[in-house]
Nanobody, 123 residues
């Protein structure tokens, strides 16, 4: 069974940066598209970014384009989300997820989820 563990969240001031990581426990990671989602208090979980299993294609939510970068290292079973120029609106729990169904932006296509890591951005 695939298990995902996120890390790297924290409290930062507006304009700051963080590097979020997600480590998978199963080799199926290498054949899965990996996505990042986030959920702010009182809000629905929303798509942030996704990367194909080969790392050759990415999709970003409009709200994070130019600021966030998703990448992966299949040899380490790890996906990253570099978050730059953070805004208070980016405050949320960030989740990584794996999809064996290919490149997807809808969360119902993801098979496995991590527990999330908190990102808090102060104004």
């Amino acid at each position: 069974q695939v298990q995902l563990v996120e890390s790297g969240g924290g409290l930062v001031q507006a304009g700051g940066s963080l590097r979020l990581s997600c480590v998978a426990s199963d080799r199926t990671f290498s054949r899965s598209a990996m996505g990042w989602f986030r959920q702010a208090p009182g809000k629905e979980r929303e798509f942030v970014a996704v990367i194909t299993w080969g790392g050759d294609s990415t999709v970003y939510a409009d709200s994070v384009k130019g600021r966030f970068t998703i990448s992966r290292d299949n040899a380490k079973n790890t996906v990253y989300l570099q978050v730059n120029s953070l805004k208070p609106e980016d405050t949320a729990v960030y989740y990584c997820a794996a999809s064996t169904k290919g490149l997807r932006v809808r969360e119902n296509f993801y098979d496995y989820w991590g527990q999330g890591t908190q990102v808090t951005v102060s104004s």
